[in-house]
């Protein structure tokens, strides 16, 4: 008959209090620096989607002047599904809404105007843009008055926004 012993082989509980300690000290310096991380990546996604408007705002206006810069224009022939409506200086004011589109570079409150352009500049993959915040919602709309649109991140609450000005073409990202 054969005997079997058994060794201790496990880890005493002084041991296993000392790996958590160390792993709790190395979480706790590793912890602010993955929260930078975080911040940054959130601030680079508004800027790039600043970015990607914006140059949006130039394609629209170039167009525009390629087309013979025919004043304010139902639509801009030869960008995106070929639905943006211009100000009688290229810039885009509204969007798919063929002859009814507002030419007026006075958004005056008009947040679902705002969203169409927002939708119809950036063509594909953009952020979701809406005029109320919910779970889905990247960017809230809003039209504080006179020219701007304004486009508020959601996602980190820090409060970063875009504008895009109708009457003179210009996007400012605030970080």
């Given at each position: 008959m054969q005997r079997i012993t058994y060794r201790n082989a496990g880890f005493t509980l002084i041991e296993l209090v000392v790996v958590i300690a160390l792993l709790a000290i190395l979480a706790a310096a590793a912890l602010p620096r993955m929260m930078k991380s975080y911040d940054g990546a959130h601030e680079a996604s508004v800027a790039a989607t600043g970015g990607a408007l914006a140059s949006a705002v130039i394609l629209v206006r170039s167009q525009w002047v390629t087309n013979g810069a025919p004043g304010a224009a139902n639509s801009v022939l030869g960008y995106g599904d070929d639905d943006i409506a211009t100000s009688t200086e290229g810039w885009p004011t509204d969007a798919g809404q063929g002859t009814s589109s507002s030419h007026s570079s006075t958004v005056a409150g008009d947040v679902t105007r705002c969203i169409r352009l927002w939708r119809s500049l950036l063509i594909?993959?953009?952020?979701?843009?809406?005029?109320?915040?919910?779970?889905?919602?990247?960017?809230?709309?809003?039209?504080?008055?006179?020219?701007?649109?304004?486009?508020?991140?959601?996602?980190?609450?820090a409060g970063s926004n875009i504008e895009y000005n109708l009457q003179s073409g210009s996007v400012i990202t605030v970080l």
């Amino acid at each position: 008959m054969q005997r079997i012993t058994y060794r201790n082989a496990g880890f005493t509980l002084i041991e296993l209090v000392v790996v958590i300690a160390l792993l709790a000290i190395l979480a706790a310096a590793a912890l602010p620096r993955m929260m930078k991380s975080y911040d940054g990546a959130h601030e680079a996604s508004v800027a790039a989607t600043g970015g990607a408007l914006a140059s949006a705002v130039i394609l629209v206006r170039s167009q525009w002047v390629t087309n013979g810069a025919p004043g304010a224009a139902n639509s801009v022939l030869g960008y995106g599904d070929d639905d943006i409506a211009t100000s009688t200086e290229g810039w885009p004011t509204d969007a798919g809404q063929g002859t009814s589109s507002s030419h007026s570079s006075t958004v005056a409150g008009d947040v679902t105007r705002c969203i169409r352009l927002w939708r119809s500049l950036l063509i594909e993959n953009a952020p979701v843009v809406a005029a109320a915040a919910a779970e889905q919602v990247d960017y809230l709309a809003e039209a504080p008055g006179g020219s701007v649109c304004r486009y508020t991140y959601l996602r980190n609450g820090a409060g970063s926004n875009i504008e895009y000005n109708l009457q003179s073409g210009s996007v400012i990202t605030v970080l």
